[in-house]
């Protein structure tokens, strides 16, 4: 499972030199209706945000949902592009790490609007506790968005 976490990790420092622009630095991040935050480690955001150089001050934060991770996708697919964000999720799909991720059931997601960069991963709950979740009942599955400024 640490493995996953390690691929992970190398595949976001990858994605973060793909999210590349510049301008709005006040795009918010659009929520997902329903989803309750949860707490992750120190140790889980630490990596994630070190593993994003290109991301200045980069926001990890947690969710858990009941919704499946397909209806998780199709939401915030919507919620961005209603919100004017593009979708540069197709510029790293074919990355050997990203077909490890979605091979998984991992859903895997990219957006920026200006100088704003925003990741969305969906967990189903089989991988969410080996990814530094707690807290999730045997129904909800796990949400992790990043976001921040391109540095």
């Known amino acids: 499972m640490f493995k996953r976490l390690a691929v992970l990790v190398v595949f976001l420092a990858a994605l973060s030199l793909v999210l590349v622009a510049c301008g709005d630095e ?15 480690s120190d140790s889980v955001k630490s990596k994630m945000s070190d593993s994003l150089a290109q991301i200045k001050n980069p926001t990890v934060e947690g969710f858990k949902t009941t919704d499946d991770v397909n209806k998780i996708k199709s939401t915030y697919d ?21 077909k490890q991720l979605t091979d998984l059931g991992l859903v895997v997601l ?27 009942g045997t129904n909800e599955n796990a949400i992790l968005v990043i976001s921040g400024n391109q540095a």
């Open 78 to 98: 919507s919620n961005f592009k209603s919100a004017g964000w593009d979708d540069k999720s197709s510029e790293f799909g074919s990355e050997a790490s990203i």
């Open 26 to 40: 006040t795009a918010s991040v659009p929520a997902y209706s329903g989803a309750t935050a949860v707490t992750l």
């Open 110 to 136: 990219g957006y920026q609007k200006g100088n704003k960069a925003a990741i969305v991963m969906a967990f189903p709950n089989t991988y969410a506790g080996a990814l530094g979740f707690s807290g999730l």
